[in-house]
């Protein structure tokens, strides 16, 4: 049963107001997840993330099975912000919940030109700047993994963008509590962490690489431990609020990320295999702070220091 209060799970993210910390991770949701969902009930809606210009990503195959997990070689192909606007967003707008728009690009100029487009659309609440993709050729990742490269980008989007920025962090760096330092000094409003470990799988049999391109990210249950050490390391360090990822498939996976220091959860492969998930977490939330007597589930936050 999905319960209908969530008022002990609402919370803000700067101007951001969500009924309830879940939500979709971009990539990993479209709007034909709506015929096996209610979507509704989600804290907000995240579509896969948008470049300024068509973009065919990565060739097959793209996704690869991996022990408690998933590889994913897509690439991000977009057909750009054009396209969005003019045949995707209502499909989105029409879910209910606050619209949060993911936004990559391959340079800093294609960040930029999204933010001050998007800031014109009423409509989309926020912004994510993905720059973690481990499996494009070029653009996010180089910017994402580079604390003064990170630092230009978010100021700029932050100078064209009035909503909230999120900032969407990459792990496969030496330090993510310097990224996310960079992030909030720059002015993002929160970070979400985190995205994809760089992996590559191998099939011995063909005496191949079992993605197209070779390189892909590593999602799923697998990574949970790191996602969970990562959003624990960087909620020392930064005071906005984080939003964790990596692995979350149940209430006990979000009650973790969220004792860690995550003010809310994203939901990524899970959302493959069991559509209902990010509803029966919700759920769970809910009860969760009814039975331990929590006015809010962010009364726990951080509490593992």
């Not at 912000?81 to 990559?104: A, H, R």
């Not at 990822?245 to 006990?252: Q, S, W, Y």
Request: glycine share 10%; aromatic share 4%; proline share 7%.
């Amino acid at each position: 049963m999905i319960l209908d209060d969530f008022s002990k799970l609402d919370l803000k993210i700067g101007s951001l107001d969500l009924a309830n910390p879940v939500l979709p991770a971009s990539g990993c949701f479209g709007p034909e997840l709506g015929q096996f969902t209610k979507v509704s009930s989600l804290g907000a809606i995240v579509p896969k993330t948008i470049f300024l210009h068509p973009r065919k990503g990565n060739p097959s195959p793209r996704t690869a099975e991996a022990p408690y997990g998933m590889l994913n070689s897509v690439g991000i192909p977009s057909k750009g912000l054009e396209d969005f606007l003019e045949n995707k967003i209502q499909d989105y707008l029409s879910m209910g919940p606050p619209l949060i728009v993911s936004i990559g690009g391959l340079n800093v100029s294609d960040y930029w030109d999204l933010a001050e487009h998007l800031n014109e659309i009423s409509h989309v609440k926020a912004i994510e700047i993905n720059v973690s993709c481990p499996n494009i050729e070029e653009g996010g990742l180089e910017i994402g993994s580079n604390p003064k490269n990170l630092a230009k980008l978010v100021d700029g989007v932050v100078n064209r963008f009035s909503k909230p920025v999120i900032t969407k962090l990459t792990p496969n760096v030496t330090s993510i509590t310097d990224i996310a330092v960079a992030a909030e000094s720059s002015g993002s409003t929160a970070v979400s962490l985190i995205n994809t470990l760089a992996a590559i799988g191998i099939n011995p049999n063909g005496k191949i690489l079992t993605t197209g391109i070779g390189k892909a990210g590593l999602s799923g249950p697998a990574i949970k431990p790191i996602a969970l050490k990562m959003v624990w390391e960087v909620n020392k360090h930064i005071s906005i609020p984080i939003i964790g990822m990596g692995g979350i498939e149940n209430t006990k996976d979000a009650l973790e990320f969220i004792l860690a220091g995550a003010s809310a959860i994203s939901i990524g492969t899970a959302n493959f295999t069991r559509p209902n998930t990010m509803l029966e977490i919700i759920d769970g939330l809910e009860s969760y702070a009814v039975e331990n007597n929590l006015n809010n589930i962010q009364d726990i936050r951080g509490e593992i220091g």
